[in-house]
């Protein structure tokens, strides 16, 4: 049974790690938000030379060319950003995770100390119910350690579609823009 000086050091670690998965939260809210403006102030400052090289236009084949030449930059800009959304997330989540793994670590070690001390305070005549329960401990957090891999795993898969995503998402409008100029 929990003593109240357990219960209340428990409730003190559970704030403490709720306040940590906020402010990593906040965190990356705060990297969009940096990201978001960065972009948008970029992005009126290349409206604006685009309005002046298009005032400065004399003819629909320099129009046609001046727009087939910013097709490239744009989708280039778009996965860029792309990718910076993807390793923010990404790294939101990493430190989520550790801090969660970090967790879970302490609740096993906390379990195990629990499971050993009632072991220990077993009467006789119960090794095969201490057995059996070491037995489901170990079991218990085999299953976990093997749902942490393969979470990884699929993280570093997706991680890696994801950038042969973008990358050939670029590498199409690399062509296009290409082929745009090519017959402008």
Do not use: C, W
């Not at 403006?37 to 236009?57: C, I």
């Amino acid at each position: 049974m929990l003593t109240a000086e357990q219960m209340l050091a428990a409730q003190k670690a559970n704030l403490a790690t709720l306040f940590d998965l906020g402010q990593k939260a906040f965190e990356g809210v705060e990297k969009v938000m940096e990201l978001n403006l960065q972009v948008a102030k970029t992005s009126f400052e290349e409206v604006s030379e685009h309005a002046k090289a298009v005032l400065a236009v004399k003819d629909a084949q320099e129009l046609l060319a001046l727009h087939a030449s910013l097709l490239q930059p744009s989708a280039e800009k778009a996965a860029a950003y792309s990718r910076h959304l993807y390793d923010i997330a990404s790294g939101t989540s990493a430190e989520v995770s550790k801090l969660a793994e970090t967790q879970m670590a302490e609740a096993q070690s906390k379990f195990a100390s629990v499971v050993d001390n009632a072991v220990k305070n077993a009467p006789a005549g119960t090794e095969n119910a201490v057995v059996l329960v070491k037995s489901a401990v170990a079991a218990a957090n085999n299953a976990f350690e093997s749902v942490q891999k393969a979470a990884k795993q699929a993280a570093d898969v997706a991680e890696a579609n994801f950038q042969a995503i973008s990358s050939s998402a670029v590498k199409a409008t690399q062509a296009a823009a290409s082929k745009a100029r090519k017959s402008a």
